[in-house]
């Protein structure tokens, strides 16, 4: 049993690396607020110290800051829906015994080992290219006009790109909480007569509902982040520009530090709002 003394010797001893851990989030955090109150453009030798809202009015009146968050929360709902959904299927199909099996979980999950940039230029040149991607060769072999992805359907093609990177994360969690579904339920179940259907909606998927809440809460976490992908593909154009992209155009495209800073303040409460709202409604299933 712990004692007074062992308790007090515990803390002090953490306390070297939790001031360090506060100190790596907190100093950045704090100068970024600092300096969204301040007109910050170092390559014009400007700098007023305190400008009060200035920054956050121009950065919310930008016709481009109501758009970039629509976009954020149109792709990553977009993503989440998609990889959630596939994710449970291929979970389903990956529990069945079949010939190779170990090969094939490797090959599903290996597309999130994959980084961001390659992925996208992968996507980009290789599969969605209107004149020699695989994709376009599809078309033609189907009598069809290729389909000029970047351009055409950009946000779509965005959202395939990181739904593929995505997509073995959710398998991969989501097969782990299959397999530790009691087989005996499923029998009993089917034994009964209950339709492979029913059993899935009655048994397999409320048996997920802590895989699936995990899955958003952690994807959500990383989604509100996309850049890399947008970078490679669009920069931003054919309305793709997330609240990221924004921030980062205002900061290094137009280098006005003050500006980019209050984007990246508007982003972090954006965050937290997604954050609270899953929390309090779909994060209900952590404590079932």
């Known amino acids: 049993m712990a004692t007074k003394a062992s308790r007090t010797a515990a803390r002090f001893m953490m306390a070297p690396a939790v001031t360090l851990l506060l100190g790596w989030m907190l100093v950045p955090l704090i100068m970024t607020l600092y300096f969204s109150f301040a007109d910050y453009r170092p390559l014009r030798n400007v700098f007023e110290p305190w400008i009060g809202f200035d920054n956050y009015e121009r950065f919310v009146s930008s016709s481009a800051f109501w758009d970039s968050v629509t976009t954020t929360l149109v792709m990553v709902g977009s993503i989440l829906a998609i990889t959630v959904v596939l994710g449970i299927l291929i979970a389903l199909l990956l529990d069945k015994p079949i010939f190779g099996q170990g090969i094939v979980r490797i090959l599903v999950i290996s597309p999130f080992f994959v980084m961001p940039t390659v992925s996208a230029l992968a996507w980009k040149n290789m599969m969605m290219d209107p004149v020699n991607g695989v994709l376009s060769h599809v078309w033609r072999f ?17 959202i395939l790109i990181v739904s593929w990177q995505w997509l073995p994360f959710a398998t991969l969690i989501l097969l782990t909480a299959i397999q530790s579904l009691d087989g005996e339920q499923l029998e009993a179940a089917e034994m009964d ?3 492979a259907l029913k059993r899935f909606w009655y048994i397999i998927l409320p048996h997920l509902g802590r895989a699936i809440t995990i899955v958003i809460l952690i994807q959500t976490i990383f989604l509100l982040g996309i850049f890399a992908e947008i970078f490679v593909t669009t920069q931003g154009s054919f309305g793709t520009r997330t609240l990221t992209y924004l921030v980062f155009q205002r900061v290094l495209e137009s280098q006005n530090v003050g500006l980019g800073s209050a984007g ?3 982003a972090v409460i954006l965050a937290n709002i997604v954050a609270i709202f899953l929390m309090r409604i779909v994060g209900k299933n952590l404590d079932a």
């Open 142 to 158: 189907f009598g069809a006009t290729p389909h000029d992805w970047l351009v055409e359907t950009p946000l779509l093609s965005i």
């Open 193 to 195: 007569g209950a339709p």
């Open 264 to 266: 990246g303040i508007l």
